[in-house]
């Protein structure tokens, strides 16, 4: 992957850098300039949640659809 500052980043309007420079979690990937965190820290945060929640994300999820179908059948 080619290195790429911040700023440079920044200048061509890119949403992530990379420094080829390891996160403190040890992953060289690269990094959002948003949040100034790891891609790959950021997507296992992402697992983890889904994992401590599955629960209530798949309940919300239903709801959603449920919902969505209900509409779906008014205005159809
Ligand atoms: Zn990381």
């Known amino acids: 992957m080619e290195i790429i500052t ?3 980043a920044l200048d061509k ?3 992530r850098f990379f420094t080829g420079e390891p996160c403190h979690r040890g992953h060289i990937s690269e990094r959002f ?3 100034d965190k790891c ?3 950021n ?3 992402g697992k983890l949640y889904y994992q401590k929640n599955k629960e209530k994300i ?3 999820r239903k709801k959603y ?3 969505l179908k209900a509409k ?3 205005t159809s």
Do not use: D, N
Request: charged share 25%; aromatic share 4%.
């Open 6 to 8: 911040k700023q440079q």
């Open 13 to 15: 309007g890119l949403k």
């Open 33 to 35: 300039i948003a949040m």
């Open 39 to 41: 891609v790959t820290c």
């Open 43 to 45: 997507s296992e945060i």
């Open 58 to 60: 798949s309940i919300q």
């Open 65 to 67: 659809y449920k919902e």
């Open 72 to 74: 779906k059948q008014i």
